[in-house]
């Protein structure tokens, strides 16, 4: 233990807790933040059968380590994934991830009753549901007839190469939300954003469906990690 010096005991504007409340959260690393989820650090023995302690910031920063300090490699994680950094536990790996859901949830929150004034943003929205993915998944915004945003739903879950759509439960619920308009967006989890016959020919039956009941359909979007493709923008809507 020689060198270790608990936080307790360094300067107060060097302590997480002190240094946000001192000069704000944006003032802290990504290790300081993630140092306070920890809450406490841990203490251990190596294989040489020598007690090991770490504070919260060191293994704050063996976590953002093991991620190549990525904020997005870190939410893709799971909970056993998190615990083989030495020292985090189930209790930390699952506040960890809480954290990171109540970060998407707000940004959710925040799009309620956000105006969509162009497909951009419907892709921005799409990706902060999806991109983290390994599974596809199908979403829809729905909209009212100033294309206000009423809800921002999830419709299903698959595979790694496909999920299972149907045109009824979306359109239902548009007609219980009295959207006049939607916008879907699945992701593909192999990175690209190029769509399948599969793709195009749902698309096809969703814009059908909606034409029947006065409900617009946007735009569908692909969303992946080399980018995105919109069907309205390359003309297939």
């Known amino acids: 233990m020689e ?69 997005v490699s870190l939410a893709r994680m799971t909970p056993l994934e998190l615990q083989e950094v030495q020292g985090v536990g189930m209790a930390k790996a699952i506040t ?30 799409f990706r902060s549901k999806m991109e983290d993915l390994t599974v596809e998944q199908f979403w829809v915004i729905f ?13 299903s879950e698959g595979g790694i190469s496909s999920t299972v759509v149907d045109p009824g439960p979306i359109f239902k619920m548009a007609v219980l939300l009295n959207a006049r308009g939607i916008i879907l967006g699945h992701n593909h989890p192999s990175g690209v954003p190029k769509p399948s016959e599969l793709d195009k020919g749902l698309t ?26 919109s069907f309205s923008e390359e003309g297939l809507m």
């Open 3 to 71: 060198g270790y010096l608990p936080i307790t005991q360094w300067n107060e504007d060097d302590r997480p807790r002190e240094k946000l409340l001192l000069k704000g959260r944006n003032a802290l690393s990504d290790a300081e933040l993630l140092a306070i989820l920890l809450g406490t650090g841990s203490r251990y023995m190596d294989k040489l059968g020598n007690w090991v302690t770490r504070s919260a910031v060191d293994l704050a920063r063996d976590i953002l380590h093991k991620t190549g300090n990525n904020l």
């Open 96 to 125: 960890i991830l809480a954290a990171i859901e109540l970060g998407a949830r707000r940004k959710l929150a925040s799009e309620v009753r956000e105006k969509i004034t162009s497909y951009r943003e419907a892709q921005a929205i």
């Open 143 to 155: 909209l009212n007839t100033t294309n206000q945003i009423l809800q921002v739903s999830k419709l």
């Open 204 to 229: 096809r039956k969703l814009v059908q469906a909606g034409n029947v009941l006065d409900i617009t359909v946007h735009d569908h979007l692909i969303i992946a990690s080399q980018g995105y493709f």
